[in-house]
């Protein structure tokens, strides 16, 4: 939070010097490795389990698709998989919580890239479009919406079929950290990030302080001019001399005292000892 008084100059050099401790994501990592040493348990039907190898056509294996969505559970709460044909082959795709956009029991909106030529071939610009998968009349259907000049516009409607016939579901996917459900669950390494975050704010308020305390500051006491009226120039640091001429003169180093920052680092050790 901004502190009081503080401009904008003075409020990005501020949470600038804080120091966002690495611990959520190797601990996810650590996490996902420790799960994953065993391998997932599948059954998959012989034609298709080419899944096992390639869910998505781009060399992607269940084991791999597995520890991305234990990833996601453990940093959002929440992922989903669309099962899709390309006319070719199944695929799996999947979708993380920020891509799950909105959802009923009648339709699902997904939000997903795609490509599109820019001002010549060699120009790339990635868009966002939305996937809606809903039933019409009981039968599954997508629809894809693109923002033009003037707004949202359905670009494609598309109508899935099994062996020819109609699907009537939606095949999604979406699981949550206790089960197969569309119901929003608090990520796993929530309560640790909490603790994260309030380290990172308490580092600032630290490094801050050590800003504006960390180097002593020099006082010097009484008249500085010389003999001939001259401004007396003092120098600091070692081999330097330096005289002044007032006999009551005095020179002294203001630097900080008190436990005003050792009870920040106390209390940032803490933090560090609860998040472990």
């Known amino acids: 939070p901004r502190l009081d008084g503080q401009g ?30 065993n391998e997932p ?9 080419y899944l096992l190898t390639d869910t998505n056509n781009s060399k992607r294996p269940l084991s791999l698709v597995a520890s991305m969505v234990l990833r996601e559970l453990m940093t959002s709460g929440r992922c989903g998989g669309l099962v899709e044909h390309d006319g070719t082959r199944t695929k799996v795709l999947l979708y993380p919580f920020e891509s799950i956009i909105n959802w009923t029991d009648e ?48 670009y494609d409607t598309i109508t899935p079929t099994n062996r020819g016939e109609a699907i009537d579901y939606i095949p999604f996917a979406v699981c949550n950290t206790k089960e197969l459900s569309y119901e929003l669950t608090n990520p796993a390494l929530l309560e640790i990030a909490d603790v994260n975050l309030d380290h990172y704010r308490l580092s600032t308020d630290l490094r801050h302080g050590l800003h504006y305390t960390a180097l002593p500051t020099m006082f010097v006491f009484g008249d500085l001019t010389g003999d001939n009226g001259e401004q007396v120039t003092l120098k600091v640091g070692a081999g330097s001399a330096n005289h002044i001429p007032d006999v009551t003169g005095r020179a002294e180093l203001l630097e900080f005292t008190g436990a005003g920052l050792g009870a920040i680092e106390n209390a940032m050790a803490s933090d560090v000892t609860a998040m472990a």
């Open 8 to 37: 904008d100059d003075a409020y990005k050099a501020y949470i600038a010097r804080g120091l966002f401790l690495p611990v959520i994501n190797p601990t996810a990592t650590a996490f996902t490795g420790a799960i994953m040493r």
């Open 41 to 49: 348990v599948t059954e998959i039907p012989t034609n298709i389990d």
């Open 107 to 154: 339709f699902i909106v997904l939000s997903q890239e795609y490509n599109t030529e820019g001002d010549d071939e060699y120009d790339i610009v990635t868009k966002t479009e939305y996937l809606k998968l809903m039933l019409v009349d009981g039968v599954y259907t997508q629809e894809i919406w693109r923002e033009e000049s003037k707004g949202w516009k359905l």
